[in-house]
């Protein structure tokens, strides 16, 4: 059987030909892009594309009307970028995450998408650009070095719109959870060892206190995205764009994106920098190392059922082992660490490519846009699951906790007052040597009355300031 001939069609460029694929909506800049770069199979997030869509569609509105774009040639391109906002020709933006520098090629494999869609919206062919260009009419008053870092920023304004949302939720689930837990006395530890009593809601009001500050460091990072270098095109000086099109299109992008955008004062610094891709960064690898932090901690409490702390149950999602019967893991937890590895992995390479710009323009923005918004996306989803299959599920075992608070060496702390440090040491000493409780060896010395002891060492009224002296 004969193998069925591929159509193309041949498109020309300073470089020579390329062949395109018929029915193909890109062209031959994305056509080579995707026979040079073929690294990683990895394409430009849904956001990115979003954005990008956005800038021309703008752009397109725009520069028709400033009276440089012919009006039907920019509806028909704004139609287009309007359709795939909405869903639709999706599967033509291939380029991979790593391409050449500055990510001219994703720029231009959206240009060429448009254009040609444009072309068929005028009742014309692919590829007859005399019509409508990817260069002259798509791109018009842009370059890729204003628009894609423009579009990782309305890009990354919006994940982390979806991401705050969800670490204020987690943050409520653990204050509801602190609720739930206040009357619960435990033993605190610190170093890993015995420390004063604490209660298992005040722990758990923690945690949630911490979410609320990662909340606050996402919205000022948030903040700091919405200021944009479009209109900058080559190297931050305007050239070949209308005096009036970069306030113009910070305005239509607002309306478009439904953010508050403004206009960087120094174009040349908004291209030259990416501090606020980095600071957007650094909220996430913070966030994401407290989280880690929490998560241990409740694989922490949760250990055992028999041999480990086991002063709380999370909920039992899976059986935890192919191998050993009744096994139930700390799963959700345990996804969440690795989410969040990941994330500081990213953070290095957007601080290692945020460092290596030079001159007038940074060209390692495609891997940026890539790990940014993959790590906005993973602690979205990361953060929801932990918060919906972990937090609010959580139980805790009382009479565990109790029994630590009661038996923890560190009670002999609520001593200084009646005793002294020293002789309390020497009480702490002699009750771990011989298993025994700070109470039994306090009363045994003579130190306190079992009524004395009794008051002195109850663990609930150590969970609060003051300095405790019973009559």
């Known amino acids: 059987m004969a193998e069925e001939t591929v159509k193309v069609r041949i ?7 390329e062949q395109v694929p018929a029915d193909a909506y890109y062209g031959l800049h994305t056509s080579r892009s995707l026979r040079i770069f073929q690294v990683s199979g990895l394409k430009a997030h849904p956001l990115l594309v979003d954005a990008y869509m956005m800038i021309k569609m703008a752009a397109a509105q725009v520069n028709a009307e400033l009276g440089l774009l012919d009006k039907e040639v920019a509806d028909a391109i704004a139609k287009a970028a309007q359709e795939v906002l909405d869903g639709k020709l999706r599967d033509q933006f291939l380029v991979d995450v790593f391409q050449m520098g ?23 062919s692919k590829g007859e650009y005399s019509r409508v260009n990817p260069n002259d009419h798509v791109n018009m008053g842009q370059s890729t070095n204003d628009t894609f870092p423009t579009a990782m920023r309305i890009s990354g304004r919006k994940a982390l719109a979806q991401l705050i949302p969800q670490v204020e939720l987690l943050a409520d689930a653990l204050y509801e959870r ?68 970069p306030a113009r299109m910070v305005k239509r992008l607002s309306e478009l994106a439904g953010f508050q955008f403004r206009l960087a004062p120094d174009l040349r610094e908004a291209m030259q920098s990416h501090l606020p891709i980095e600071e957007a960064s650094s909220a996430l690898r913070l966030l994401a ?55 500081v992995g990213n953070d290095l390479t957007i601080s290692m490519a945020g460092q290596a710009g030079q001159l007038e323009l940074n060209v390692m923005m495609p891997v940026m846009a890539h790990n940014l918004l993959m790590s906005s996306q993973i602690l979205e989803n990361g953060v929801r699951i932990f918060r919906e299959f972990c937090v609010k599920g959580i139980k805790a075992d009382e009479e565990r906790c109790r029994r630590y608070a009661e038996s923890t060496m560190a009670l002999a702390t609520a001593l200084n007052p009646y005793i002294g ?40 009224p150590m969970t609060e300031p003051g300095i405790r002296k019973v009559s």
């Open 11 to 17: 498109e020309k460029d300073s470089i020579g030909e």
């Open 102 to 124: 500055a990510g001219t090629s994703f720029n231009m494999n959206c240009n060429e998408v448009l254009a040609n869609r444009a072309l068929e919206i005028l009742g014309a």
């Open 178 to 245: 602190a609720q739930a837990f206040d009357g619960i006395v435990k033993a605190g530890r610190t170093h890993l060892q015995d420390a004063v009593p604490i209660r298992l809601g005040q722990e758990f009001a923690a945690y949630g206190a911490t979410m609320r500050k990662c909340a606050k460091r996402l919205s000022a990072a948030a903040e700091s995205l919405e200021e944009l270098g479009i209109g900058g095109t080559a190297a931050g000086t305007g050239l070949n764009a209308h005096p009036e099109y």
């Open 289 to 343: 190392l407290e989280l880690i932090r929490i998560a241990n901690d409740l694989r922490l409490l949760s250990s055992g059922p028999t041999t480990g702390f086991a002063e709380i149950m999370l909920p039992p999602l899976q059986p935890g082992s192919s191998i050993m019967p009744g096994k139930v893991n700390p799963s959700v937890p345990e996804m969440l660490n690795m989410v969040c590895f990941q994330v």
């Open 421 to 460: 440090y020293a002789r309390a040491a020497e009480v702490a000493k002699e009750a771990l040597a011989t298993r025994r409780t700070i109470r039994e060896v306090v009363v045994e010395k003579g130190l306190l009355s079992p009524e004395k002891a009794a008051e002195v060492l109850d663990p609930m």
